[in-house]
Protein backbone atom coordinates (compact mmCIF):
# COMPACT_ATOMS: atom_id res chain seq x y z
CA UNK A 1 0.00 0.00 0.00
CA UNK A 2 3.12 2.08 0.96
CA UNK A 3 4.57 1.83 -2.49
CA UNK A 4 1.14 2.45 -4.52
CA UNK A 5 0.83 5.83 -2.41
CA UNK A 6 4.81 6.55 -3.22
CA UNK A 7 4.44 6.08 -6.69
CA UNK A 8 1.78 8.06 -6.84
CA UNK A 9 3.16 10.98 -5.21
CA UNK A 10 6.07 10.57 -7.34
CA UNK A 11 4.34 9.87 -10.48
CA UNK A 12 1.72 12.54 -10.27
CA UNK A 13 2.02 15.06 -12.73
CA UNK A 14 2.53 12.30 -15.27
CA UNK A 15 -0.35 10.08 -13.90
CA UNK A 16 -2.44 13.61 -13.94
CA UNK A 17 -1.34 13.93 -18.06
CA UNK A 18 -2.07 9.97 -18.54
CA UNK A 19 -6.20 10.51 -17.25
CA UNK A 20 -6.62 14.13 -18.89
CA UNK A 21 -5.13 12.24 -22.22
CA UNK A 22 -7.41 8.98 -21.50
CA UNK A 23 -10.70 11.50 -20.72
CA UNK A 24 -10.33 13.65 -23.74
CA UNK A 25 -9.50 10.90 -26.15
CA UNK A 26 -12.96 9.18 -24.68
CA UNK A 27 -14.78 12.39 -25.25
CA UNK A 28 -13.69 11.94 -28.63
CA UNK A 29 -14.15 8.16 -29.62
CA UNK A 30 -17.79 8.55 -27.95
CA UNK A 31 -19.15 11.84 -29.07
CA UNK A 32 -22.23 10.79 -30.25
CA UNK A 33 -23.79 8.82 -27.92
CA UNK A 34 -22.53 9.67 -24.83
CA UNK A 35 -21.28 12.87 -24.65
CA UNK A 36 -24.29 14.40 -26.41
CA UNK A 37 -27.06 13.75 -23.08
CA UNK A 38 -24.31 14.94 -20.53
CA UNK A 39 -22.33 17.43 -21.72
CA UNK A 40 -23.99 18.58 -25.06
CA UNK A 41 -27.29 20.32 -23.48
CA UNK A 42 -25.55 22.57 -20.96
CA UNK A 43 -22.55 23.92 -23.32
CA UNK A 44 -24.58 24.20 -26.56
CA UNK A 45 -26.44 26.56 -24.25
CA UNK A 46 -23.43 28.69 -23.71
CA UNK A 47 -21.47 28.48 -26.77
CA UNK A 48 -24.79 29.63 -28.72
CA UNK A 49 -25.07 32.31 -26.49
CA UNK A 50 -21.43 33.65 -27.23
CA UNK A 51 -21.82 32.65 -30.73
CA UNK A 52 -24.89 34.32 -30.93
CA UNK A 53 -23.83 37.67 -29.60
CA UNK A 54 -20.64 37.51 -32.05
CA UNK A 55 -22.88 36.98 -34.52
CA UNK A 56 -24.81 40.14 -33.90
CA UNK A 57 -21.82 42.10 -35.03
CA UNK A 58 -20.82 39.94 -38.01
CA UNK A 59 -24.85 39.98 -39.08
CA UNK A 60 -24.11 43.57 -40.46
CA UNK A 61 -20.78 42.79 -42.82
CA UNK A 62 -23.03 40.89 -44.53
CA UNK A 63 -26.79 42.57 -44.49
CA UNK A 64 -26.22 43.65 -48.46
CA UNK A 65 -26.15 39.94 -49.41
CA UNK A 66 -29.15 39.29 -46.83
CA UNK A 67 -30.88 41.32 -48.43
CA UNK A 68 -30.22 40.52 -52.28
CA UNK A 69 -31.23 37.11 -50.79
CA UNK A 70 -34.37 37.83 -49.47
CA UNK A 71 -35.16 40.19 -52.34
CA UNK A 72 -34.48 36.90 -55.04
CA UNK A 73 -36.51 34.68 -52.47
CA UNK A 74 -39.18 37.58 -52.47
CA UNK A 75 -39.83 37.72 -56.05
CA UNK A 76 -39.88 34.11 -56.52
CA UNK A 77 -42.65 33.60 -53.89
CA UNK A 78 -45.05 36.72 -55.61
CA UNK A 79 -44.77 34.44 -58.84
CA UNK A 80 -46.49 31.86 -56.89
CA UNK A 81 -48.78 33.91 -55.60
CA UNK A 82 -52.28 32.52 -56.64
CA UNK A 83 -53.92 35.63 -57.63
CA UNK A 84 -51.22 35.70 -60.76
CA UNK A 85 -52.71 32.40 -61.74
CA UNK A 86 -55.84 33.42 -63.72
CA UNK A 87 -57.32 30.22 -65.80
CA UNK A 88 -59.27 31.07 -68.92
CA UNK A 89 -62.99 31.02 -67.47
CA UNK A 90 -64.13 28.01 -68.95
CA UNK A 91 -66.09 26.91 -65.48
CA UNK A 92 -69.44 25.45 -65.02
CA UNK A 93 -71.72 25.10 -62.19
CA UNK A 94 -71.98 21.54 -61.53
CA UNK A 95 -74.57 22.11 -58.47
CA UNK A 96 -74.21 20.25 -55.14
CA UNK A 97 -71.84 17.31 -56.50
CA UNK A 98 -68.46 19.26 -55.90
CA UNK A 99 -67.40 18.76 -52.08
CA UNK A 100 -66.70 21.79 -50.23
CA UNK A 101 -63.38 20.38 -48.39
CA UNK A 102 -60.00 22.27 -47.88
CA UNK A 103 -57.29 19.07 -49.68
CA UNK A 104 -54.56 21.14 -49.31
CA UNK A 105 -54.37 20.48 -45.18
CA UNK A 106 -54.67 16.95 -45.80
CA UNK A 107 -52.06 16.44 -48.20
CA UNK A 108 -49.21 18.31 -46.65
CA UNK A 109 -46.46 16.99 -46.38
CA UNK A 110 -43.89 19.10 -45.81
CA UNK A 111 -43.62 22.54 -43.18
CA UNK A 112 -41.19 24.91 -43.23
CA UNK A 113 -39.41 26.76 -40.27
CA UNK A 114 -36.93 29.56 -40.71
CA UNK A 115 -33.68 29.83 -38.41
CA UNK A 116 -30.58 32.12 -38.09
CA UNK A 117 -27.33 30.50 -38.16
CA UNK A 118 -25.51 31.65 -35.03
CA UNK A 119 -22.58 29.24 -35.24
CA UNK A 120 -20.82 27.75 -38.40
CA UNK A 121 -17.72 26.10 -39.28
CA UNK A 122 -16.08 24.51 -42.53
CA UNK A 123 -12.52 23.73 -42.06
CA UNK A 124 -12.64 20.90 -40.22
CA UNK A 125 -13.22 17.28 -41.11
CA UNK A 126 -16.64 17.28 -38.74
CA UNK A 127 -18.55 20.68 -39.25
CA UNK A 128 -21.70 21.59 -37.74
CA UNK A 129 -23.93 24.50 -37.90
CA UNK A 130 -25.46 25.78 -34.84
CA UNK A 131 -29.03 27.81 -34.89
CA UNK A 132 -31.36 30.16 -32.97
CA UNK A 133 -34.47 27.70 -32.71
CA UNK A 134 -34.79 24.64 -30.48
CA UNK A 135 -37.19 22.34 -29.29
CA UNK A 136 -39.23 24.76 -28.06
CA UNK A 137 -39.76 26.33 -31.30
CA UNK A 138 -40.74 23.29 -33.07
CA UNK A 139 -37.02 22.13 -34.04
CA UNK A 140 -37.06 18.26 -34.31
CA UNK A 141 -34.52 15.64 -34.72
CA UNK A 142 -33.96 14.59 -38.35
CA UNK A 143 -35.38 17.72 -40.05
CA UNK A 144 -33.68 18.45 -42.92
CA UNK A 145 -31.92 21.92 -43.64
CA UNK A 146 -31.97 23.69 -46.41
CA UNK A 147 -30.81 27.71 -47.53
CA UNK A 148 -32.72 30.59 -48.75
CA UNK A 149 -31.92 29.42 -52.64
CA UNK A 150 -33.53 26.25 -51.97
CA UNK A 151 -30.16 23.94 -52.29
CA UNK A 152 -29.16 21.62 -49.33
CA UNK A 153 -27.63 22.26 -46.13
CA UNK A 154 -27.32 19.37 -43.72
CA UNK A 155 -29.49 17.17 -41.17
CA UNK A 156 -30.54 18.49 -37.37
CA UNK A 157 -28.64 16.27 -35.32
CA UNK A 158 -29.25 17.38 -31.87
CA UNK A 159 -31.79 19.68 -30.48
CA UNK A 160 -31.62 21.51 -27.01
CA UNK A 161 -34.09 24.58 -25.87
CA UNK A 162 -33.52 27.15 -28.15
CA UNK A 163 -30.36 26.65 -29.95
CA UNK A 164 -29.85 23.68 -32.61
CA UNK A 165 -26.93 21.70 -33.97
CA UNK A 166 -27.03 20.62 -37.99
CA UNK A 167 -24.39 18.37 -39.14
CA UNK A 168 -23.63 20.06 -42.12
CA UNK A 169 -22.99 18.15 -45.81
CA UNK A 170 -19.34 19.09 -44.80
CA UNK A 171 -19.02 16.45 -42.34
CA UNK A 172 -17.48 12.94 -43.14
CA UNK A 173 -20.63 11.00 -41.71
CA UNK A 174 -22.90 13.15 -43.59
CA UNK A 175 -24.82 10.95 -46.45
CA UNK A 176 -28.39 12.53 -48.25
CA UNK A 177 -30.18 10.20 -51.49
CA UNK A 178 -29.29 12.17 -54.38
CA UNK A 179 -30.00 11.77 -58.60
CA UNK A 180 -28.88 12.74 -61.22
CA UNK A 181 -31.62 15.42 -63.10
CA UNK A 182 -30.61 14.30 -66.78
CA UNK A 183 -31.88 10.69 -66.01
CA UNK A 184 -32.96 10.20 -62.52
CA UNK A 185 -30.53 7.72 -61.64
CA UNK A 186 -29.99 7.89 -57.59
CA UNK A 187 -27.01 7.64 -55.70
CA UNK A 188 -25.45 9.47 -52.22
CA UNK A 189 -24.21 12.75 -51.45
CA UNK A 190 -21.12 12.87 -49.18
CA UNK A 191 -17.85 14.17 -48.77
CA UNK A 192 -14.02 13.35 -48.44
CA UNK A 193 -12.91 16.01 -45.98
CA UNK A 194 -10.78 17.52 -48.40
CA UNK A 195 -12.56 21.17 -50.68
CA UNK A 196 -15.44 22.18 -48.87
CA UNK A 197 -16.91 23.80 -52.23
CA UNK A 198 -16.67 20.38 -53.71
CA UNK A 199 -19.01 17.03 -52.98
CA UNK A 200 -18.82 13.64 -54.05
CA UNK A 201 -21.79 11.78 -55.27
CA UNK A 202 -21.35 8.05 -54.90
CA UNK A 203 -23.02 4.97 -56.18
CA UNK A 204 -24.28 5.89 -59.72
CA UNK A 205 -24.67 2.93 -61.96
CA UNK A 206 -22.47 3.00 -64.96
CA UNK A 207 -25.48 2.98 -67.16
CA UNK A 208 -25.97 6.53 -66.23
CA UNK A 209 -24.34 9.13 -69.27
CA UNK A 210 -23.64 12.11 -66.91
CA UNK A 211 -22.23 14.80 -68.21
CA UNK A 212 -20.22 17.96 -67.41
CA UNK A 213 -22.49 20.30 -65.93
CA UNK A 214 -25.13 18.56 -65.20
CA UNK A 215 -27.53 19.22 -62.60
CA UNK A 216 -27.35 17.04 -59.26
CA UNK A 217 -30.79 16.86 -57.45
CA UNK A 218 -31.99 15.55 -54.15
CA UNK A 219 -34.24 12.00 -54.91
CA UNK A 220 -37.31 10.93 -54.21
CA UNK A 221 -35.62 8.40 -51.45
CA UNK A 222 -34.87 10.90 -49.01
CA UNK A 223 -37.10 10.77 -46.11
CA UNK A 224 -35.98 13.93 -44.84
CA UNK A 225 -35.44 16.25 -47.90
CA UNK A 226 -37.71 16.79 -49.76
CA UNK A 227 -36.98 15.50 -53.49
CA UNK A 228 -36.13 17.85 -56.95
CA UNK A 229 -33.76 20.05 -54.47
CA UNK A 230 -30.63 21.49 -56.27
CA UNK A 231 -27.38 20.11 -54.55
CA UNK A 232 -24.90 21.26 -57.21
CA UNK A 233 -23.63 20.66 -60.61
CA UNK A 234 -21.18 17.62 -61.66
CA UNK A 235 -17.48 19.10 -62.34
CA UNK A 236 -15.78 15.80 -62.70
CA UNK A 237 -16.68 12.53 -63.57
CA UNK A 238 -14.32 9.51 -62.09
CA UNK A 239 -14.15 6.30 -63.78
CA UNK A 240 -13.28 3.36 -61.50
CA UNK A 241 -12.60 0.12 -64.26
CA UNK A 242 -13.08 -2.37 -61.11
CA UNK A 243 -16.11 -0.84 -59.61
CA UNK A 244 -19.94 -0.93 -61.43
CA UNK A 245 -20.11 2.26 -59.96
CA UNK A 246 -19.08 6.36 -60.96
CA UNK A 247 -18.16 8.95 -58.66
CA UNK A 248 -18.67 12.26 -59.83
CA UNK A 249 -17.19 15.48 -58.14
CA UNK A 250 -20.12 18.32 -57.63
CA UNK A 251 -19.57 21.79 -57.18
CA UNK A 252 -22.08 22.68 -54.13
CA UNK A 253 -24.72 25.08 -54.92
CA UNK A 254 -25.35 26.33 -51.23
CA UNK A 255 -22.45 28.88 -50.17
CA UNK A 256 -21.51 27.32 -46.89
CA UNK A 257 -19.20 30.42 -46.25
CA UNK A 258 -21.74 33.08 -45.89
CA UNK A 259 -24.67 31.55 -43.95
CA UNK A 260 -27.15 33.68 -42.57
CA UNK A 261 -30.62 32.14 -42.90
CA UNK A 262 -31.81 28.84 -43.57
CA UNK A 263 -34.72 26.92 -43.79
CA UNK A 264 -35.60 23.83 -41.70
CA UNK A 265 -37.61 21.34 -43.38
CA UNK A 266 -40.12 18.87 -41.28
CA UNK A 267 -41.32 15.72 -43.06
CA UNK A 268 -45.00 15.29 -41.40
CA UNK A 269 -45.30 11.56 -42.41
CA UNK A 270 -41.03 10.78 -41.66
CA UNK A 271 -41.85 8.58 -38.99
CA UNK A 272 -44.08 6.76 -41.09
CA UNK A 273 -41.53 6.01 -43.60
CA UNK A 274 -38.74 5.42 -41.22
CA UNK A 275 -41.19 2.51 -39.69
CA UNK A 276 -41.56 0.96 -42.99
CA UNK A 277 -37.99 1.17 -43.67
CA UNK A 278 -37.17 -0.27 -40.55
CA UNK A 279 -39.26 -3.23 -40.74
CA UNK A 280 -38.20 -6.74 -42.34
CA UNK A 281 -41.18 -8.74 -43.62
CA UNK A 282 -41.53 -11.87 -41.59
CA UNK A 283 -41.75 -14.36 -44.62
CA UNK A 284 -38.27 -13.76 -45.33
CA UNK B 1 -1.80 39.55 -9.50
CA UNK B 2 -0.80 41.79 -12.23
CA UNK B 3 0.69 38.54 -14.22
CA UNK B 4 -3.02 36.62 -13.61
CA UNK B 5 -4.60 39.31 -15.54
CA UNK B 6 -2.75 39.43 -17.82
CA UNK B 7 -2.43 35.74 -19.03
CA UNK B 8 -6.03 35.18 -18.38
CA UNK B 9 -6.52 38.63 -21.03
CA UNK B 10 -3.99 36.35 -23.22
CA UNK B 11 -6.24 33.34 -22.97
CA UNK B 12 -9.29 35.22 -23.79
CA UNK B 13 -7.53 37.15 -26.65
CA UNK B 14 -5.84 34.18 -28.55
CA UNK B 15 -8.95 31.85 -28.41
CA UNK B 16 -11.19 35.05 -29.62
CA UNK B 17 -8.46 35.52 -32.70
CA UNK B 18 -9.17 31.26 -33.07
CA UNK B 19 -12.64 31.50 -32.82
CA UNK B 20 -13.73 34.64 -34.49
CA UNK B 21 -11.13 34.90 -37.37
CA UNK B 22 -9.05 31.78 -38.15
CA UNK B 23 -11.60 29.56 -37.73
CA UNK B 24 -13.61 31.57 -39.73
CA UNK B 25 -11.45 32.36 -42.53
CA UNK B 26 -12.50 30.59 -45.67
CA UNK B 27 -9.84 27.93 -46.39
CA UNK B 28 -6.93 28.44 -48.68
CA UNK B 29 -6.34 24.91 -49.69
CA UNK B 30 -7.61 21.98 -47.77
CA UNK B 31 -4.09 21.18 -45.46
CA UNK B 32 -3.97 24.87 -44.33
CA UNK B 33 -5.41 25.53 -40.90
CA UNK B 34 -3.48 27.95 -39.05
CA UNK B 35 -3.58 27.93 -35.53
CA UNK B 36 -2.96 30.42 -32.61
CA UNK B 37 -4.92 29.78 -29.36
CA UNK B 38 -2.07 27.83 -27.90
CA UNK B 39 0.33 30.96 -27.99
CA UNK B 40 -0.94 31.45 -24.28
CA UNK B 41 0.59 28.39 -23.29
CA UNK B 42 3.68 28.96 -24.97
CA UNK B 43 4.07 32.50 -22.94
CA UNK B 44 3.49 31.36 -20.16
CA UNK B 45 6.43 31.96 -17.41
CA UNK B 46 9.77 29.86 -17.82
CA UNK B 47 9.05 28.54 -13.77
CA UNK B 48 5.41 26.95 -14.51
CA UNK B 49 5.10 23.77 -13.02
CA UNK B 50 4.50 20.63 -15.27
CA UNK B 51 1.35 19.70 -13.81
CA UNK B 52 -0.25 23.37 -13.96
CA UNK B 53 1.03 23.63 -17.78
CA UNK B 54 -0.86 20.19 -18.60
CA UNK B 55 -4.13 20.89 -16.61
CA UNK B 56 -4.15 24.85 -18.60
CA UNK B 57 -3.74 22.88 -21.68
CA UNK B 58 -6.19 20.58 -21.18
CA UNK B 59 -8.61 23.47 -20.22
CA UNK B 60 -7.19 25.85 -22.96
CA UNK B 61 -8.56 22.99 -25.49
CA UNK B 62 -11.21 21.81 -24.51
CA UNK B 63 -12.59 25.50 -24.39
CA UNK B 64 -11.69 25.26 -28.20
CA UNK B 65 -13.25 22.19 -28.79
CA UNK B 66 -16.83 23.62 -26.94
CA UNK B 67 -17.23 26.31 -29.79
CA UNK B 68 -16.07 23.68 -32.62
CA UNK B 69 -18.14 20.76 -31.20
CA UNK B 70 -14.86 18.85 -31.28
CA UNK B 71 -14.92 17.59 -27.48
CA UNK B 72 -11.38 15.83 -26.90
CA UNK B 73 -9.49 16.73 -29.95
CA UNK B 74 -7.95 19.70 -29.23
CA UNK B 75 -7.99 19.21 -25.34
CA UNK B 76 -5.77 16.12 -26.07
CA UNK B 77 -3.59 17.97 -28.64
CA UNK B 78 -2.97 21.11 -25.89
CA UNK B 79 -2.18 18.64 -22.67
CA UNK B 80 0.60 16.98 -24.81
CA UNK B 81 2.12 20.39 -25.58
CA UNK B 82 1.77 21.76 -21.81
CA UNK B 83 2.99 18.24 -20.58
CA UNK B 84 6.21 18.58 -23.04
CA UNK B 85 7.04 22.11 -22.41
CA UNK B 86 9.28 21.87 -20.00
CA UNK B 87 11.39 18.90 -20.83
CA UNK B 88 12.18 21.39 -23.96
CA UNK B 89 12.43 24.36 -22.33
CA UNK B 90 14.95 22.20 -20.42
CA UNK B 91 16.91 20.99 -22.97
CA UNK B 92 17.49 24.98 -23.69
CA UNK B 93 17.89 26.62 -21.29
CA UNK B 94 20.26 26.92 -18.39
CA UNK B 95 19.11 25.49 -15.07
CA UNK B 96 18.44 28.95 -13.36
CA UNK B 97 16.68 30.80 -16.20
CA UNK B 98 14.52 27.99 -17.01
CA UNK B 99 13.32 28.48 -13.09
CA UNK B 100 12.73 31.72 -13.24
CA UNK B 101 9.15 32.73 -12.38
CA UNK B 102 9.01 36.47 -13.49
CA UNK B 103 10.32 35.88 -16.79
CA UNK B 104 8.55 34.11 -19.90
CA UNK B 105 10.16 32.75 -23.47
CA UNK B 106 9.98 35.27 -25.85
CA UNK B 107 13.20 36.32 -28.11
CA UNK B 108 14.28 38.69 -25.67
CA UNK B 109 14.83 36.82 -23.17
CA UNK B 110 16.13 33.49 -25.27
CA UNK B 111 17.40 34.59 -28.27
CA UNK B 112 16.42 34.18 -32.27
CA UNK B 113 17.84 30.70 -32.35
CA UNK B 114 16.73 28.89 -29.16
CA UNK B 115 13.04 30.69 -29.16
CA UNK B 116 12.59 29.56 -33.63
CA UNK B 117 13.43 26.21 -32.04
CA UNK B 118 11.29 25.80 -29.02
CA UNK B 119 7.98 27.33 -30.81
CA UNK B 120 8.67 25.19 -34.16
CA UNK B 121 9.05 21.49 -32.01
CA UNK B 122 6.27 22.84 -29.92
CA UNK B 123 4.05 23.52 -32.46
CA UNK B 124 4.81 20.65 -34.49
CA UNK B 125 4.10 18.37 -31.77
CA UNK B 126 0.76 19.82 -31.36
CA UNK B 127 0.02 19.42 -34.94
CA UNK B 128 1.16 16.36 -35.56
CA UNK B 129 -0.80 14.78 -32.74
CA UNK B 130 -4.31 17.09 -33.48
CA UNK B 131 -3.90 16.14 -37.57
CA UNK B 132 -3.09 12.18 -36.16
CA UNK B 133 -5.95 11.49 -33.78
CA UNK B 134 -8.06 13.06 -37.29
CA UNK B 135 -6.55 10.74 -39.57
CA UNK B 136 -6.81 8.00 -36.92
CA UNK B 137 -10.39 8.87 -37.55
CA UNK B 138 -10.68 9.26 -41.28
CA UNK B 139 -7.47 7.37 -42.83
CA UNK B 140 -5.11 8.84 -45.86
CA UNK B 141 -1.58 9.45 -45.06
CA UNK B 142 -0.84 11.89 -47.96
CA UNK B 143 -3.18 14.41 -46.05
CA UNK B 144 -1.72 13.46 -42.80
CA UNK B 145 1.37 14.37 -44.13
CA UNK B 146 0.78 17.07 -45.88
CA UNK B 147 -1.33 18.86 -43.51
CA UNK B 148 0.86 18.37 -40.62
CA UNK B 149 3.65 20.08 -42.45
CA UNK B 150 1.55 22.77 -44.24
CA UNK B 151 -0.04 23.46 -40.65
CA UNK B 152 2.99 23.64 -38.70
CA UNK B 153 4.17 26.48 -41.30
CA UNK B 154 1.53 28.58 -41.74
CA UNK B 155 0.73 28.36 -37.47
CA UNK B 156 4.96 29.21 -37.06
CA UNK B 157 4.84 32.14 -39.23
CA UNK B 158 1.74 33.55 -37.88
CA UNK B 159 3.16 33.58 -33.95
CA UNK B 160 6.90 34.67 -35.05
CA UNK B 161 4.39 37.69 -36.57
CA UNK B 162 1.83 38.11 -33.44
CA UNK B 163 5.69 37.57 -31.26
CA UNK B 164 7.25 40.72 -33.35
CA UNK B 165 4.16 42.98 -33.62
CA UNK B 166 3.36 42.88 -29.92
CA UNK B 167 7.13 43.93 -29.14
CA UNK B 168 6.86 42.42 -25.57
CA UNK B 169 10.72 42.71 -24.74
CA UNK B 170 9.76 45.74 -22.79
CA UNK B 171 7.40 44.00 -20.30
CA UNK B 172 9.88 41.46 -19.77
CA UNK B 173 12.34 43.24 -17.96
Same mark, same amino acid.
Given at each position: ?????????????????????????????????????????????????????????????????????? %???? =? #?????????? $? /??? *?????????????????????????????????????????????????????????????????????????????????????????????????????????????????? %???? =? #?????????? $? /??? *?????????????????????????????????????????????????????????????? | ?????????????????????????????????????????????????????????????????????????????????????????????????????????????????????????????????????????????????????????????????????????????
Amino acid at each position: MKNIIGFIRQNFTFLTFLILQIVSLGMLSSYNKTYETFFGGWSNQVTGNINKKYNGWSYYFNLRNTNAQL %IAEN =A #ALRNQLGQNF $S /PID *SSKKLGTLVLRKDSLEKTRKFYYYPAKVVGNTFTLQKNYIIIERGSLQGVKKDMAAISPEGSIVGVVVEVNDNYSKIMSLLHRNSKVSAMLKRDKIAGSIEWDGADPSVLILKN %ISKS =A #APKIGDSVLT $S /PYS *SNFPSQLMVGKVTSILKDPSSNYLTLNVKSTTNFFNLEYIYLVENRRMAEQKNVEKNEPKNE | MNNLIKHSARFILFLFIQIIILNEVPPLHQFITPYLYFIFLLWLPFGTKRITLTLLGFITGYTLDLFTNTPGLHAAACSLLGYFRPTILNLLLAQELSEEVNREPSIGSMGWGPYAFYVTSLTFLHHFYLVLLEWLQFGNFGYFLGKIIATTVISVLLIFIVELSMNRRKIKR
